[in-house]
């Protein structure tokens, strides 16, 4: 069974930096796209940065420049690295992914559990 265990987040002052992982659990054939998500109260769900297998990188407007998205393949690992952080970008994170179990499956959506991001002013 695939899963995507998440670790990180926490509290911290504005300006502040926190780092986010998110490992995949469980066999996958190929591991596609890889991105994190957020959700602030009353708000939907946005995408925060995504990653593609080869290294590219797309990332919202709002975190261009504070935060860094990036990916270790040989562990199946996601990281978000969060600098300059301000109190707007409080919310839960998720960790997702584009995953094709075996070679005749077809790609299938995962999420992690959430974890949650506090930013303090």
């Known amino acids: 069974q695939v899963q995507l265990v998440e670790s990180g987040g926490g509290l911290v002052q504005a300006g502040g930096s926190l780092s986010l992982s998110c490992a995949v659990s469980g066999s996958a054939f190929s591991i596609r796209t890889m991105a994190w998500y957020r959700q602030a109260p009353g708000n939907q769900r946005e995408l925060v940065a995504s990653v593609s297998r080869g290294g590219g990188t797309t990332y919202a407007d709002s975190v261009k420049g504070r935060f860094t998205i990036s990916r270790d393949n040989a562990k199946n690992t996601v990281f978000l690295q969060m600098n300059s952080l301000k109190p707007e970008d409080t919310a839960v994170y998720y960790c997702?992914?584009?995953?094709?179990?075996?070679?005749?499956?077809?790609?299938?959506?995962?999420w992690g559990q959430g974890t949650q991001v506090t930013v303090s002013s």
């Open positions: 997702n992914a584009l995953i094709v179990r075996s070679w005749n499956d077809y790609e299938r959506n995962y």
